[in-house]
């Protein structure tokens, strides 16, 4: 319960940064709103859109304002289309990047999780050391430099796949490899290190003195714990899947959130961007929240923790 | 059982999904032999003509003017068979084509062409730039009547006083072309439309915001139909993923000079199954002097740059030899421009004379030329996200350095750049031409007005003044021989006066699957003549 009332104050702070930037940024969005529809920003004209945009109030009261239309979901409207609105951008643009966020969350699930338990047990093998470089290389390499090489071989040699677009599920798969690749070194380390840790402790050696096969011991005892550690990482990355699209969206074309986000802040079109830090920030906080309730129900002794506390 | 037969079930499903879609993996529904794939960097956005919002590429598909400019920069009919200029240049009388319907079913006449022009001149501030809207609102203002309905198909222009780039205005592809009055929103553009329907050859069939939109050959067109039958315009921001989708055959075109960096047109120009062409000049890339600067109001340091400025370097080194080197403000194929300007040709020599009789004098021990025991330090200020400007300015920095200028490089976030330059607050700065058909008359015009750096940079010009009303005067002249007196007066004044420092001259550029015939480029940079083109 606390850990519920506790996000009313984040949200709050939330929308208070939100709001903020249109004041704290170095250029007049009156002047910024006349600029990027190319209208010469004359005096009378900063003054007319001032007014228009309710400048001319102080600040508190324009928060509250624009906290009173956020409780009607009203954002306001882009200022580079002045007939599209915020939420109504938001929600188009969101389901490509569910799509893409939810194949390369299953590729990274698929992946990761064989080859990290894999890695554990074959500990310092061939197949772990090969592993492990693979791990380092796809962090160290860009996700930009990566999606081309994708799709110059996938594409243009082998024929096998569209270079870029969101006309079918097939546009999705390069760049959810794309993006999947470095949450999956990620989560192989994360697994593999924690399989490790779980390995040393006294239930295992307890498991091999009963005689238990040790295909058994390790599906059904070590994976399970091991991914407990994991879950909150995992469900950041939830998040993270949905933010991180930026790039890969850019290369790919595909119409998501990330490319919204992305033309917005070179356009300056400061609702835009107010209504993307929204959204991000209540989905971590939410997603955040719905881990914690998880991680309580698989492991009951956090709830005492929580009551103890 | 049941559960796998369930798992069964839903792959087959998933895998006849994924396959069924793969019929629209290039985003066309039917595959047309005449059709061309164009690729656009972002949406076509809203196409209103009146409003400044929408790809011009697209609005120059739908929507159509009076009067076309030619390559050549001459005049001839459109939507307005004739026009008669009465009045000592002041009215424009048109006659109308009697046989244009709008997308929409919408009879073209006098009475709809009126209804447009009200509806921009409604919504004059956001049209600053433009002279003419300037001489109608005038005419609006003393009481009388801008535009008139003087019969089914004539329609008369009134100014206030004689401009002659008014037929260049009306051609260009904003904000002057028509649109059927059934689409206005209570009478008026300016809070949008409801839909696009012009009387151009094509009809926008579908827009799939940030993804693609599909144009197809309007079945009613009054004039000679284009050959491709339907124009698929997709989205690709990236410039890599572009280049990569013409190779694998998902797009035909890339075409402007944004589109398409040096490098990547001349390795595709060059290779198998592709082709490239180039445009004539069709901007200038400046250099822009502040004469009211300490340093730079003596007008032998500002020659000086120019003669220490090795543009040909520039061109060859920054530009692959894509842009070619600047000799003046505007290239000798923009009207009235060509008037026999001495170039400042590279020369360190040159540069130092100047210098030194400036007072900027070598001292030993120093690294840089001095005066009053100061650094000869110039700062030029750049837009921090333009790499060209960065790679020039870094350029200029080591070449000045060779004869003594240290020139203080600073690139800046875009907005505080722009401001900077709107309020005078530099030194140098980098400047672009309009390009034609709207150079020389609306640059030159722009620099009449406040709000533009170049009128903040001129005015420590003893003749500035003077510069205003030639410009003006040029505008007003219906005698083509004094208004070219007029332009070269001025154009040599600031050739002379070394407030521009030209760099290079910008060049259209398209590099497209062969299959692709008849690519060319209109006199203006921003259209991209598709329905001269056919598929081979």
Avoid at chain 1, 18 to 37: G, K, M, Q, W
Avoid at chain 1, 257 to 278: E, K, T
Avoid at chain 2, 295 to 311: E, G, N, P, W
Avoid at chain 2, 514 to 534: A, L
């Amino acid at each position: 319960m606390k850990r519920l009332f506790l996000t009313i104050p984040m949200l709050f702070s939330i929308t208070f940064i939100a709001f903020s930037l249109t004041t704290f940024i170095p250029s007049d969005p009156a002047e910024v709103a006349l600029r990027v529809n190319e209208i010469i920003p004359t005096a009378e004209a900063i003054e007319e859109i001032r007014i228009e945009l309710g400048m001319d109030k102080p600040f508190l009261i324009r928060y509250a304002n624009w906290l009173n239309d956020l409780f009607h979901l009203d954002l306001g409207n882009s200022y580079i289309n002045n007939n599209r609105t915020v939420i109504g951008e938001i929600a188009r643009s969101l389901p490509a990047t569910l799509t893409l966020a939810f194949f390369a969350f299953i590729i990274v699930i698929v992946v990761s999780i064989p080859i990290g338990v894999l890695s554990a047990v074959y500990k310092d093998s061939y197949f772990d050391k090969i592993i492990r470089l693979i791990v380092f290389i796809a962090t160290a390499m860009p996700n930009y430099w990566m999606g081309l090489l994708l799709m110059w071989l996938f594409a243009l040699e082998f024929k096998l796949l569209p270079t870029s677009g969101a006309t079918s599920l097939l546009h999705f798969i390069l760049p959810a490899i794309t993006l999947s690749l470095n949450f999956i070194a990620l989560y192989v380390r994360l697994i593999r290190n924690s399989m490790l840790d779980k390995m040393k402790e006294d239930f295992v050696f307890y498991l091999n003195v009963r005689g238990i096969k040790q295909i058994s011991i390790i599906l059904k005892h070590l994976v399970k714990n091991s991914l407990q550690t994991s879950i909150n990482a995992l469900g950041m990355s939830i998040v993270l899947l949905i933010a991180g699209t930026f790039v890969i969206e850019n290369i790919f074309a595909i119409p998501g959130i990330g490319r919204l986000c992305i033309s917005s802040i070179f356009n300056r079109d400061y609702p835009m961007i107010q209504g993307y830090i929204l959204m991000m920030g209540f989905l971590f906080v939410f997603v955040n929240l719905i881990v914690d309730i998880i991680q309580v129900y698989l492991d009951p002794r956090l709830k005492k923790g929580v009551k103890g506390l | 059982m049941l559960l796998k037969n369930k798992w069964i079930a839903s792959s087959l499903l998933a895998i006849s999904l994924m396959l069924g879609s793969t019929t629209t993996a290039t985003g066309n529904d039917v595959t047309l032999k005449n059709q061309l794939t164009y690729v656009n960097y972002r949406d076509i956005r809203d196409l209103n003509p009146h409003l400044y919002s929408g790809e011009l590429f697209a609005q120059n598909l739908l929507f159509e003017s009076l009067v076309k400019i030619e390559n050549d920069g001459s005049y001839t009919p459109w939507l307005a068979k004739s026009w008669e200029i009465k009045d000592k240049g002041k009215t424009y009388v048109f006659q109308l084509r009697d046989d244009v319907y709008f997308h929409d079913g919408e009879k073209f006449n006098a009475k709809a062409a009126k209804a447009n022009f009200d509806a921009i001149l409604d919504n004059s501030k956001r049209h600053g730039w433009l002279e003419s809207i300037r001489l109608m609102i005038e005419v609006e203002k003393s009481g009388k009547k801008a535009i008139e309905v003087t019969g089914e198909y004539e329609l008369t222009l009134h100014l206030a006083s004689a401009y002659y780039p008014l037929l260049t205005e009306l051609g260009v592809t904003r904000p002057f072309r028509f649109i059927s009055p059934k689409s206005f929103k209570d009478g008026i553009t300016k809070n949008g439309v409801t839909k696009m329907s012009g009387t151009g050859p094509y009809i926008l069939k579908s827009n799939k915001i940030d993804e693609y939109s599909v144009f197809v050959t309007n079945d009613k067109y009054w004039g000679k139909k284009p050959k491709i039958e339907k124009i698929v315009a997709k989205v690709i921001p990236d410039e890599q993923t572009r280049l990569l989708a013409l190779e694998n055959g998902e797009i035909d075109l890339i075409f402007g000079p944004n589109m398409i960096s040096a490098e990547a047109y001349n390795i595709y120009s060059n290779k198998s199954g592709f082709k490239g062409i180039m445009s004539e000049p069709v901007s200038t890339r400046m250099l822009l002097l502040n004469t009211t600067n300490h340093i730079l109001k003596d007008v032998r340091v500002r020659q000086a740059l120019s003669y220490a400025t090795d543009k040909v370097k520039i061109s060859k080194g920054l530009f692959d030899g894509i842009e070619s080197p600047a000799d003046t403000l505007m290239s000798k194929n923009t009207p009235y421009s060509d008037i026999g300007l001495k170039p400042y040709e590279f020369s360190f020599e040159k540069a130092k004379k100047l210098l030194d009789e400036a007072g900027w004098e070598k001292v030993d021990g120093k690294k840089y030329r001095q005066k009053d025991g100061k650094d000869l330090e110039i700062i030029l200020n750049y837009d921090a996200n333009k790499v060209t400007d960065n790679n020039i300015a870094e350029f200029l920095q080591s070449q000045y350095a060779k004869i003594g200028i240290h020139l203080n490089i600073k690139g800046e976030e875009e907005q505080a750049f722009r401001d900077r330059q709107k309020a005078g607050n530099f030194a140098i700065t980098f400047n672009i031409g309009w390009g034609i058909p709207y150079d020389p008359q609306s640059f030159l015009g722009g620099m009449t007005k406040p709000v533009y750096g170049d009128y903040m940079a001129q005015q420590g010009l003893s003749n500035k003044k003077e510069l205003d009303e030639h410009i003006l005067a040029a505008f007003k002249s219906v005698d083509e021989g004094k208004r070219q007196k007029h332009y070269k007066y001025v154009l040599e004044t600031l050739h002379n006066q070394a407030v521009y420092l030209p760099l290079t001259y910008k060049r259209n550029r398209a590099i497209f699957n062969e299959k692709v015939k008849g690519v060319s480029f209109n006199i203006s940079q921003f259209e991209v003549p598709m329905e001269k083109m056919n598929i081979e």
